[in-house]
Nanobody, 122 residues
Framework: QVQLVESGGGLVQAGGSLRLSCAAS????????MGWFRQAPGKEREFVAA????????YYAGSAKGRFTISRDNAKNTVYLQMNSLKPEDTAVYYC???????????????WGQGTQVTVSS
């Protein structure tokens, strides 16, 4: 089992920044690739970004590329999502998740956090 706890969400004005954190505990964190997903009201959950445990390679959805940065600190068992130039359409509940695969598909992720709300005002 891997337990994931997100933090860092909140209310920010358009153009602002937030950094989300996801603290992991339980089984060996370093064996898992980590992803961030988000779900806006009335919409399906969607992939945002992922980072591979082995070499730190990163992958982004088109909406996140150039504005968001995913990173991980294996010593702290924590993954981050730095979000810059935020837009109202980024408003959503953001979830971190863990998988042994290298994938952007939601159903391939085995462990999920409870989510943290990000609200971007215009």
């Amino acid at each position: 089992q891997v337990q994931l706890v997100e933090s860092g969400g909140g209310l920010v004005q358009a153009g602002g920044s937030l950094r989300l954190s996801c603290a992991a505990s339980g089984r060996t964190f370093n064996n898992y690739n980590m992803g961030w997903f988000r779900q806006a009201p009335g919409k399906e959950r969607e992939f945002v970004a992922a980072v591979r445990w082995r070499d730190g390679s990163t992958y982004y959805a088109g909406s996140a590329k150039g504005r968001f940065t995913i990173s991980r600190d294996n010593a702290k068992n924590t993954v981050y999502l730095q979000m810059n130039s935020l837009k109202p359409e980024d408003t959503a509940v953001y979830y971190c998740a863990a998988t042994v695969l290298l994938t952007t598909r939601e159903y391939d992720y085995d462990y999920w956090g409870q989510g943290t709300q990000v609200t971007v005002s215009s």
